[in-house]
């Protein structure tokens, strides 16, 4: 009976840990400590953006795979740049071509994170 006992703890301890169907595991701090060395070019649009920040989109990328994990990276990336009063649209929008690399929404105040 103690085997059970502890058998069913462990069960549900490990089912506590799990990721929820539909829940992100990616977290606000993480998209903002990725996307920060973007900060400086995407608010002057002066230079060229760096290779931190190039790698940082592909590093969110493919932090973000799932509905829930893209949203949330999308949410997060929206309320970092509204953040930023000086943030150029133009040159947020632009930099996954600049940097020749693919994220599934924008860095910008006015996306819509839900579509």
Do not use: W
Not at 55 to 68: E, F, I, M, V, Y
Not at 99 to 110: M, V
């Amino acid at each position: 009976m103690k085997g059970v006992v502890i058998s069913v703890l462990v069960v549900l301890a490990m089912v506590r840990l799990m990721v929820r169907l539909g829940e992100a595991t990616i977290s606000c701090e993480e998209v903002v400590n990725i996307v920060r060395p973007c900060a400086p070019y995407i608010m002057t649009g002066i230079g060229s953006s760096t290779i931190a920040c190039c790698n940082g989109l592909d590093q969110l990328r493919k932090s973000a795979t799932t509905t829930a994990d893209k949203q949330q990276a999308c949410q997060c990336a929206k309320d970092a740049a509204a953040g930023f009063p000086m943030l150029n649209e133009q040159v947020s929008a632009s930099l996954p071509t600049l940097c020749k690399r693919h994220i599934d929404f924008p860095i910008s105040k006015n996306i819509n994170c839900q579509e």
